[in-house]
């Protein structure tokens, strides 16, 4: 079985300074590893995701996170953190590609202020 | 690319009637889809998973006479709350992935839909 953790259901940072949302996973197999934003009342967005290759991954709106498999953790991170990034990011993962389902986190609310 | 949309965004419904919710995959052809739901400050719970032209596989505890699924083509597939009741009210979410191309490997998810039943 494959599960996710968020071990933190918010993180408050203010505008400007680094923000970190942190994801751990348990997979028997290698992890395809996700990460998604929600806005209120809205659908998931794709952020970035981790299959293969370098452990850093870049993605959308100046995110990245970095794969760590003696950790079995990918953390989100942002050198400088916008109000606008203050939404709800869930990490998910898989073993397989996207035709096999993907198990959340539970999601960590983030919130950037001033 | 890769967008997802879902119709209607929102809906109200009185108990006891039947509510479709369609999703579509505007840019790519899905070959998989799949339908969640998602209760208040809470994260998704898979209800179903699609392939265009099979029936679905629901998760353990769905009821598949209540939540009807349909993946009639590559880049459709309908939700149907049948006999809808206040406790089916919810934010129903689906998303689609592709097998091969440039969408592979990612589900992309639609704005979502949600139910109100009175």
């Known amino acids: 079985a494959q599960s996710v953790a968020q071990p933190e259901d918010q993180v408050n940072v203010a505008e400007g300074n680094p923000l970190t949302v942190k994801c751990t996973y348990s997979?028997?197999?290698?992890?395809?590893l996700f990460w998604y934003v929600q806005y209120p009342n809205r659908g998931l967005q794709f952020l970035l995701k981790y299959i293969t290759g370098d452990n850093l991954v870049k993605g959308s709106y100046g995110f990245e996170a970095e794969f760590n498999k003696s950790q079995t953790s990918f953390h989100l991170k942002k050198p400088s953190a916008l109000v606008s990034d203050s939404a709800l990011y869930f990490c998910?993962?898989?073993?397989?590609?996207?035709?096999?389902?993907?198990?959340f986190g539970g999601g960590t609310r983030l919130m950037v202020k001033p | 690319g890769a967008v997802v949309s879902q119709h209607p965004s929102r809906v109200i419904c009185k108990s006891g009637t039947s509510v479709k919710i369609e999703c579509r995959s505007l840019d790519f052809q899905a070959t998989t889809m799949f339908w969640y739901r998602q209760f208040p400050k809470q994260s998704l719970m898979l209800m179903a998973t699609?392939?265009?032209?099979?029936?679905?596989?629901?998760e353990q505890g769905v009821e598949k006479d209540k939540f009807l699924i349909n993946h009639a083509s590559l880049t459709l597939s309908t939700l149907t709350v049948t006999s809808a009741h206040p406790e089916d009210s919810s934010f129903y979410i689906c998303s689609a992935s592709s097998a091969g191309g440039a969408f592979e490997e990612t589900q992309y998810f639609g704005p979502g839909t949600r139910l109100l039943v009175l």
């Open positions: 699609s392939n265009e032209g099979s029936k679905a596989t629901y």
């Open positions: 998910a993962v898989t073993i397989n590609n996207a035709g096999n389902m993907l198990t």
């Open positions: 997979v028997s197999g290698n992890p395809y």
